[in-house]
């Protein structure tokens, strides 16, 4: 008999049941050939006094091997390592394949292989403290609430049965919850066929740019603008016209300039908190807006993702509930209102352009967790989404004004800045005389990540600015953050 | 003082704790205005009187509204709700708003609004029984074991401070995890920066072809073939040429005749249990195949998402183990080995070409769930997926040959099948005197859901044929199903 005291060695200190212990080792055996197809294995019995175990332990760990199919029982004989586990290995089709490794280049030229150059948006690890953009502060969502109702759907099985056929528009429960939820906030009256539920909000700007556009039409975003939506138009081959932003958000009149002289595609529109200079577009400008879309024929892609996030004046009405005959895409998100990996956002149209918006999606994938869209559905219809809200919005004020005094404190002759009526971030524009560039670099020396100015800058400006993201930050993580950048100056 | 023992109404048969329905009733009384900005409340000692309460209760209610912001203690007054409430709540700008919804049509022509017809995947609710083209059984998946790790780690705070910042390429401790795993299961060998983790392997076969194609690039699949690869390829303007599939897999004569009559941009392939056939490319045929690839200079896109499951031979090791020259680009999928609903995938390539992937892949989705790609990366590391893989083929083998007996027994003259060596679906013609369509609607009749063969019919052909799932069904549901099937001929 093989020494199987040797052969077999369990550690108590980790937590992988000791039963699982012996089956993995048994197993490794089988795999290496130390236990060959045929071979009688000791019964329990014996097998639990040499590993000086009880021989409960001993059943069950054959049980799992049974169960995972490795050995059989033979009657009055005991536990044969199965006979056709050979079978199982995988087939060798071509004796040169062995040492083969992938490169670094691909052998031939690719279609899209010059993209716009992409900005990082990943700070290398090691960093102790980040400054982001503008993300949620994941601590405070409920995700352990979302994570009881994800739970207790995994524990209905015959869910399972519907869930297996493909909802590429999003759950329907979702769908409908949203109905209501949409009316509430937004004052958007539409039914669940005008909606469809994305990976993010990012998701949906992708879908209606790709059944909007084709290449070399005509796109107007603003100036300072997302970076991540002009390069979803341009890599579908549009041209983008930059239409400057002012504190009342797009400059209304430039882009009536623009649709005089073009024939414009579609409007991408950040309504609340225009990113990065997170202004607020003013109720006449909605107006005007909305009439050069009909006089001029347009459509217009409403992104309002940070409409939840307001501090010391409340939102307005987006676009979409505005006298608007389905000229407007209206776009939003719960990634902000739970954490950055929650990728659940949405698309509001008319019936038909959501029908296709469904159909590319499926090509894109198929579908999105149902389950987790499922359990969404339960904590917008039982308010726990509202009830966060309150509390973050409340906690977000208050980082928003620490941020504030610190820069007024520390930084006072280096930045520049207009405390944001909501959101979750302060654009802070640096002193030329001080490139973000160099700061990045010093900062980093010191742990702390900032994004060095190159997510913003066009070709044609250069804004030595970035968005000091405040909400995923504590009282005292921004202070410290400050505290940094004034030392790195 | 108002009546709060009617305006509170407290039902303790249901699950919300009673502080929060008080709570959030006295919230619902200040938006409807019953109780305005500036009142004051009941303190708790009294209201706990009025609602007959213990008075911790009505104590935890108004803790609650004032974390919410509703309302703020007033010293030696008492609670008084908000007086900047009015703000919050959303502001006109347009009185024409009111009454106006969305349509059913958008107002002007879209890009877009021709994508090719895309069959359901989606049987409308009401049937008891839906035989699918191959997915996996949930009830199985180790989506227990997924959570609990996923649930570790929203208790990690400090977890959060990574996932805020992007991570387009998927989780690092997942990339690594696949490293060996991909090398031990597919002898594939390759580097952390090969690879990328997608939402399941459709977004990763939109991503490669985004790519390499251009529109009027020639692309080979199989005929029968894959719908929605083949819709990707149509929907970014490629030209598909169809190559006919036999017994051992694509035809490679016909690939070759191709090659030669056009410049070819890549050669979709699903080696194992080719969709919707089932049959597996012979290792000739695979080596073919690569030497095509270099004389004609031409990409593989090795969709293997079957891999996993085999019953009674092996796999194959993948064209992506083989002398590639970095020409293979191989996607894979962890939806099949869990449930649909988890959309994890994977596509490894050159590390250039990775790099696009991954910059696409943000501006489609910024990146996937993190924590459940950490959560996936342990399943993996300890076994736990291989443990279930081996219990999964063990039934799916019961579950396939109980449904070729139960397709012997009662439509042996009306059904054509070969019996696959793997995978999660029989391959099922039917005799051209007994029209798909025509069963599918007597069959709905008895609440069973079955595709109408609209799947895999093309311009040129009609197979009057269907994939018949039988991976997500019991014994007897696979029974039930052929039952009815038999009862609608």
Redo the contacts between chains.
Sequence with gaps: MLPFDTLIIIDKSIA?PVYKQIA?QLIKHIRNGVLNSGNLLPGTRVMAAILKLHRKTAIAAYD?LS????ITVIPRKGFMVEQNLS????????E??A??????????P????Q?PA?PS???S?GFDL?I?DG?P???LAP??LL?RE??SR?KQ?QA?????????QGSPKLREAMVSYIAD???I???P??III???A??SI?IAA?????PG?HVLVGEPGYY?AN??FE?LGAHIIRIPVDENGLVADAVEDACRKYKIGLLYLIPHHHHPTTVTLS?ER??RLLEMAEKF???IVEDDYDYDF?Y??????PLA???????VIYIGSFSKSL?????IGFM??????IR?A???R???????????EDALAALIT??DIG?HL??A??LYLERRDHLCTQLDLHLKHVVQYQKPSGGMAVWTVFNKAYPLKTIAQKAAKCGL?INNGNLFDTPENSYNAMRFGFA?LSLTEISEAVHILANCI
């Design positions: 992988l993995n799992e169960a995972q199919g490795w079978e199982f290995r995988p087939r060798k089709w071509d040169r394949t040492g083969y490794s992938y490169n670094s280049a691909m052998p031939v690719f279609y899209q292989s993209l992409a948006l990943t700070p690890p980040i982001d993300h502060d994941p601590r995700l352990q994570n994800y739970q995994l099985p399972f049965r519907r869930i297996s056929s493909a909802m590429s906030t937004r004052g009256k539409m039914q066929d005008h994305t990976d993010g990012q998701m992708y790709s059944l909007l556009l084709k039409d991540l390069q979803v890599q109720p909605r107006m024929n347009f459509i307001h010391t004046s409340s939102p307005y009405l509930a505005g006298n608007h005959h389905s000229r954490t950055t990996s929650i990728r509001i149209a008319a019936a038909d352009f296709q469904v159909h590319l499926r090509l894109i994938n198929l579908k999105g967790n149902y389950i987790q039982n308010g009830r309150k509390k919005n409340k990540y995923s």
